[in-house]
């Protein structure tokens, strides 16, 4: 199994456009069969990232076909014009 998590610093003001995203994300949940498990949320505390994504994959392939999938494309896609800053980690568990 391999977990994928994301986060993501927003630009000042994106707060509707950041939810927009995120409600994009959950929405994947249940579409793309590769997707095993997801959370996403929005962090409660001041000064840190700002949104964080953590899904379970299958394998490597399941994730890297998740990447590519075009509604995961088009949902990531809102994401980069009102980011300022994401980190991503993926490791084997």
Known sequence: MIKHIVMWKFKPGTEKEMHEFLDGLRGLYGVIPQIKE??????????????????????????DAYKSDPRHVAVSAKCKAIRTDRVAVDWEV
């Open 38 to 63: 997801q959370e996403v949320g929005v962090n409660c505390a001041p000064g840190n990232y700002d949104a964080v994504l953590i899904s379970l994959f299958e394998s490597m392939a399941d994730l």
